[in-house]
């Protein structure tokens, strides 16, 4: 089993829709769940990270963590075609190394 | 501005050649990271750097080589051992001061091998 799993998508929304992406994850050691949005040709940039289980939330994004399940969600509400981007998952331990999910596509058409 | 910077963008390669990106920052950030990208395959880890003449080798070290001479610099050599080269480079650099996940990347380097 993989350390990280994402489904790569594409996923393909209309405007204003609630779009949700989702990672899970199988070592329970794991400490700290990011989320990096990576435009097309250009390099990922950190979105949100979260160190606890719950929500975090910040303007149109959600971040959810559930250790007990090893589930992570980014939610994003009211989408635009600003975020059509590839968005990646990143989980890590204290003192390693991050592991990237595969990413899944966005696409929000207006 | 600090930031990463990656060159060159686009690089073509003979089969059999050595080619060496170049990554530097002036972020004052002690680690830097080499990640490769393909399509439908995330990043993968080639060689990681936490202080200044010494590095580890990530997920996928093979074919690949790496130094750090200087704080602000991080050469990686995709050498002919490697026998798939063909995919987007990505350099990254954290600080012990931010979150332990956060990284901050480079625009990328595009290499090609014909």
């Known amino acids: 089993q993989k350390e990280v799993e994402q489904d790569p998508g594409p996923l393909s929304v209309p405007e204003g829709a609630i779009v949700s992406l989702n990672c899970t994850y199988s070592n329970s050691a794991f400490q700290y ?23 975090k939330e910040d303007g149109r994004f959600t971040a959810q963590v559930d250790k007990s399940s090893k589930y992570i969600s980014l939610f994003i509400r009211d989408s635009q075609p600003s975020d059509s981007a590839t968005y990646l998952c990143a989980i890590n331990q204290a003192g390693t190394a991050l592991i990237f999910g595969k990413g899944t596509t966005l696409s929000v058409s207006s | 501005d600090g930031g990463i910077t990656q060159s060159p963008k686009y690089l073509f390669r003979k089969e059999g050649q050595n080619v060496t990106l170049s990554c530097e920052q002036n972020l004052n950030h002690d680690a830097m990271y080499w990640y490769r990208q393909d399509p439908g395959q995330g990043l993968r880890l080639i060689y990681y750097s936490q202080i200044v003449n010494d590095f580890q080798k990530g997920d996928i070290a093979e074919g690949y080589s790496v130094s750090r001479e200087k704080k602000e610099s991080f050469p990686l050599t995709v050498t002919s051992a490697q026998k798939n080269p063909t995919a987007f480079y990505l350099c990254a650099s954290s600080s012990r001061d931010r979150g332990p996940g956060e990284l901050f990347f480079g625009e990328g380097s595009r290499l090609t091998v014909l």
């Open chain 1, 33 to 55: 769940f990011m989320w990096y949005r990576q435009y097309s040709r250009k390099g990922p940039e950190l979105l949100m990270y979260t160190y606890s289980s719950g929500n």
